[in-house]
């Protein structure tokens, strides 16, 4: 439990149920850190994740509070959360600039305030909306500076996204760490987990973990798998992970012809199995944080595509080649199937060490600065 003199009370917003890698990282980071000197609770808006059972017999609260469709009383919700709480710090987890829910913690006297950047653009896939939000992050950045202590990011293009360039010269940077030992590669699990999946040992089986959305890119992800196809039949793509775009993704997977070559699999916990099995892990994002699951890859030995437009703090080892999205669809076919008879793999553990993305090093790391800020 908490110790009151010397530990420290921190509110973080916001979890979801959705799997998303915000989510995934604020977890991968507490669950190494010190419950009697870090206490953490959690604000949610439509469903906890799925850690929210094990972090509740540690202690935690998970909070649901109002949506944004009402907001005014999300931002009483807040105010009064923080208000009657008694915490050290509310921790902002953004992918814009927000400052309704930094306000609402600033009217709730919230004693530290801590913004930390988690993407490098918005992520709306109609022109229109994408507009109305990069006007309102604008507002936001050019207000909040007065409010916020502390600016952190998982990149330096997602602090300059969030802060802008000006604003970042006491930017920290927090890793979006993993733990390695999950996910160490394995023969075994390969194997066993392509045979639960229903896919020979020779397939040649490429990978995509992402949210459906204008950010993940899917549509351009199914035009390189088509040329994939088009030069080695014997291939499947598994798309992992849910979104508003599936609906749409799915009506292009039929239309072109392959749905027997494509595998919709929804949200996984099973992500570093799921890593391990493949050949190819490919992520055309338009833009990205820093993209985490490209360090889990990785960290599996699984060598991946990604796109230029991703920041270079996630290449943690030589398995990674990026690319233009500029690009035909064909040339990253060509690089994808360079991999396909490619049977050595293992884990570069010193290098993603080396990089800074253990998540027992970095828990720390976040740690002893809470502990000193706060």
């Known amino acids: ?115 930390h950047a988690h993407a490098s653009s918005i992520d709306r896939g109609k022109k229109w909306k994408r507009l109305i939000f990069k006007c309102y992050h604008v507002f936001s950045r050019f207000f909040w500076s007065g409010l916020i202590d502390y600016k952190l990011a998982c990149s330096k293009l997602a602090g300059e996204f969030l802060f802008s360039r000006e604003n970042i010269g006491n930017l920290h940077l927090v890793h979006n760490a993993i733990d390695l ?86 949200f996984r916990k099973d992500v570093n199995r799921l890593l391990m099995a493949m050949d190819v892990f490919i992520l055309p994002s338009r833009f990205e944080g820093l993209g985490i699951v490209l360090i889990e890859a990785q960290a599996t030995g699984l060598p991946c595509l990604a796109s230029d437009s991703i920041p270079s703090e996630s290449k943690v080892s030589p398995l990674i080649t990026y690319l233009s999205i500029n690009d035909s669809p064909k040339e990253w076919a060509k690089y994808a199937l360079k991999n396909l008879h490619k049977k050595e793999r293992s884990t570069p553990e010193d290098s993603i060490c080396t990089h800074g993305y253990d998540n027992r090093s970095e828990a720390m790391k976040l740690q002893t600065f809470l502990l000193q800020n706060i």
């Open 181 to 266: 030992k999950n996910f160490e590669y394995s023969e075994k699990i390969r194997n066993d987990t392509r045979t639960k999946l229903g896919i020979s040992p020779n397939t040649f089986l490429v990978g995509h973990i992402g949210r459906f959305s204008y950010q993940k890119n899917h549509e351009y992800l199914i035009r390189i798998f088509t040329e994939i196809v088009k030069e080695n039949k014997d291939s499947v793509l598994l798309l992992v992970g849910d979104g508003p775009d599936r609906s749409i993704v799915t009506q292009l997977v039929n239309k072109l012809g392959l749905q027997r070559n494509v595998k919709f699999l929804g």
């Open 1 to 115: 439990m908490l110790d009151n003199k010397q530990g420290k009370k921190v509110l973080q917003c916001f979890v979801s149920d959705a799997g998303d890698g915000v989510t995934e990282s604020i977890y991968n980071n507490y669950q190494f850190m010190d419950k009697d000197v870090i206490h953490y609770d959690f604000l949610y808006i439509k469903g906890k994740p799925w850690f929210s059972g094990v972090l509740e017999e540690q202690g935690a609260k998970f909070i649901k509070i109002s949506s944004l469709k009402h907001p005014f009383a999300y931002f009483n919700d807040i105010r009064k959360i923080v208000r009657d709480g008694k915490y050290d710090a509310v921790y902002f987890n953004l992918s814009f600039g927000h400052i309704w829910p930094v306000l609402a913690a600033h009217f709730g006297h919230a004693p530290k305030i801590i913004v």
